[in-house]
């Protein structure tokens, strides 16, 4: 059984390692595979952008528990979600909504049975005290409707749209991966559909790119060029350099392709 | 078995992923855990500080490997300490004493015995060579007393103390974490034991806070909070903001308590 | 079975989450290992030197997955390679080159059985759709014959290579590590055999070193030090202060051994 891990703790205190530790003490058996814990404090846009994209790869039955939790110790919910091919737990703060778009719903508790809690429970790192330990019981086969009541719907995050007027279509950078390239909001298919077999000119910072690229390698060295990445998305990129630094954009600069 | 990992050697280098390395080639059965590799270069306070806060968590039998060895090759000696419930290897230069202040020491055993090291044996990587090998050989079941021979004490750190005069009690910050968040040196029930119900003043930066919240999110934004952390110490945050960057705050930063 | 990862991914975005997902999906019963995620962007050569440094510590049989790969989708090979005690899986870009001079290589296989490939396969993401099912199918017991045909040769890195004129060796920093100390490119049988057992004087940046240390401890602080290090390589390092700080070295700076 695998459990995935996705917080924004960072890697230099001690909160995956004691994390980890808790499920360990319950379930030894688990496989823990971490997704990322370099999300921004809070960046709970961020992390469900990676949740979106990396759930899938999993083998079915994960669990998949993501702690970015401003909000921890308040009235907002802890969740945990039975899908059609996987179980989510997290803060329910909006960080599962993208990815919970793309498998089917089954169940959601709202966690409360504090009888699965580390104990003593402390204000302010639940993902030690309640989303390791239940994650770790879940995994040992207890049924999910001991840990708390079905509720209805989950908290969603709003992402930026894409706009469509006349013939151009506008969009924006949404992240920006370690290599400095920068993935937009607009997906292949949305694209495609927009410029079917016309031709087009994609701007990005008064920068003008005509086509797509299949490789990196096809641009020549400090040129901007267009590729459909891992994510499926339109990204901004340079060949062997680093488009975010180079083009001085980040998450909210404006994409634009016009025909 | 588990062997947890607590570190200097940070993440870019191979020297985590070698140490791991030499275990498994010994003992391909662990499971082994990263408590951390971020402690600052020689960092032997935080690490002692995040190894307190981090060992108990584990399941019983654990084998703590905390290398942070600034004196690596000199005449300092490296020990292996069997506590009630775990297994501490360390170079003997006080980062276990915090943590052995809260299990019971049975047998402390100064390392030697060079038929378990790895050879050739370099100058400057102990970590590989001899505190990895010995935690695979134990993690097997060989016996303690076959690694060298029975020591009585061990080094210690001295960490700042809380000073109390009059109706004044002062401490400081001996901790940042990923969040920002200021981890004092006063813990909870020296600061109940101090306060009583008394109203009471805690004063940091000449920032006043008059309460004790139990939610990040029971202050507004911008404002600072006192709260007791998942360290069960007293901590100044900000609520969805960095309290060491916005309080200009960071290790050595006088916290007092006035009733 | 031991499947280790070196990449240049970081730690922040969900790549290396995703590739170990993906080869946990084919094989669950593989332990995986990170030597290292920290590489610079595109910095082949300081994985080939890790590489070389770390493939023989694993347990024999050890699949070493090597993503480093500026040139991804474009005419570069990939390739798998046996030797006489691992395997490699890596872009035929060079960053094999130096361990394999270090363990007989038996064949060489050019990857391109798609049968094996994550689909739809992206442009832009090889070691999650290419690099790590090929190595968790290897890891059950596929023929490696399976996956592509056999070719001759590899890709190599060229590094600078110790000049020795008269009575002057000049070598230069290779590689900088997490405390700052400079590892250069003379290793210590090359050095013995330079100096025999003649006085010599090491100079880093118009500072000389006239002996070799065999603990850091040994030089006071704030004084530079000469040392074999764990690489088998001269180092120059600062009793616990960083090197390279201190003498404003880096990648490149001579140092050269005069007798």
Do not use: W
């Amino acid at each position: 059984m695998v459990i995935s891990l996705l917080t924004d703790f960072g890697l230099s205190d001690n909160f995956v390692g004691v994390t980890k530790a808790v499920i360990l003490n319950i379930n030894s058996e688990v496989e823990l595979i971490d997704i990322s814990h370099g999300i921004r404090p809070h960046g709970i846009k961020q992390a469900a952008f990676l949740l979106k994209h990396s759930f899938k790869f999993f083998p079915r039955g994960t669990i998949h528990v993501v702690v970015v939790d401003p909000t921890v110790g308040s009235t907002r919910k802890n969740i945990l979600v039975e899908t059609d091919n996987y179980y989510f737990i997290a803060p329910d703060n909006g960080v599962l909504s993208l990815a919970l778009r793309e498998d089917k719903i089954r169940k959601i508790i709202q966690i409360s049975n504090d009888e699965y809690f580390l104990k003593p429970t402390s204000d302010t790192f639940q993902g030690r005290d309640i989303f390791a330990p239940i994650a770790a019981y879940l995994s040992e086969g207890i049924s999910i409707t001991r840990f708390g009541k079905t509720i209805k719907g989950i908290s969603t995050v709003k992402l930026p749209k894409v706009t469509i007027k006349k013939n151009c279509l506008i969009g924006e950078v949404v992240y920006f991966d370690n290599f400095g390239n920068l993935i937009t909001n607009i997906d292949k298919k949305l694209f495609q559909d927009f410029t079917r077999k016309d031709k087009f000119m994609i701007r990005i910072k008064n920068r003008i790119i005509k086509r797509i690229a299949h490789s990196y390698s096809e641009a020549k060295l400090g040129i901007p060029l267009a590729i459909f990445d891992s994510f499926d998305m339109l990204e901004i990129s340079i060949n062997q350099d680093n488009a975010s630094k180079f083009l001085q954009s980040k998450i909210g600069t404006k994409v634009s392709i016009e025909k």
